[in-house]
């Protein structure tokens, strides 16, 4: 399900995904087909690790990213989650073929 609030969304970000929700910044980014892409693959993600350990391995990884590189947009980008998600962002077929916990050969 797609809810928009400005209010929620980080600075510098378009959207989020919080299970079972995609929250976008805007309406008009509803039909943003690679943006709402990129957030399902997160929704998958999250269900994948039964939602908790997600969040608990999301914000590890990133901790352990920003300790090495000491620069907050590339531990980001870094996150083996976010690299499924921005690599395959644009196969809007990705999720079809996509196998289970994918997200491990980007880690």
Same mark, same amino acid.
């Given at each position: 399900?797609?809810?928009?609030?400005?209010?929620?969304?980080?600075?510098?970000?378009?959207?989020?995904?919080?299970?079972?929700?995609?929250?976008?910044?805007?309406?008009?980014?509803?039909?943003?087909?690679?943006?709402?892409?990129? %957030? $399902?693959?997160?929704?998958?993600?999250?269900?994948? =690790?039964?939602? &908790?350990?997600?969040?608990?391995?999301? #914000?590890?990884?990133?901790?352990?990213?920003?300790?090495?590189?000491?620069?907050?947009?590339?531990?980001?980008?870094?996150?083996?989650? %976010? $690299?499924?998600?921005?690599?395959?962002?644009?196969? =809007?077929?990705? &999720?079809?073929?996509?196998?289970?916990? #994918?997200?491990?050969?980007?880690?």
């Amino acid at each position: 399900m797609i809810l928009i609030s400005k209010h929620i969304i980080p600075k510098g970000f378009q959207g989020i995904t919080l299970y079972p929700f995609v929250v976008l910044r805007t309406p008009s980014l509803k039909t943003n087909q690679v943006l709402v892409n990129h %957030e $399902r693959i997160h929704l998958k993600q999250q269900l994948e =690790l039964l939602i &908790l350990p997600f969040y608990i391995w999301y #914000a590890v990884e990133f901790l352990i990213r920003f300790v090495h590189c000491k620069n907050w947009h590339m531990a980001y980008r870094n996150i083996s989650f %976010e $690299r499924e998600a921005y690599i395959n962002e644009q196969d =809007l077929n990705y &999720l079809k073929s996509r196998s289970c916990l #994918a997200f491990r050969k980007y880690i």
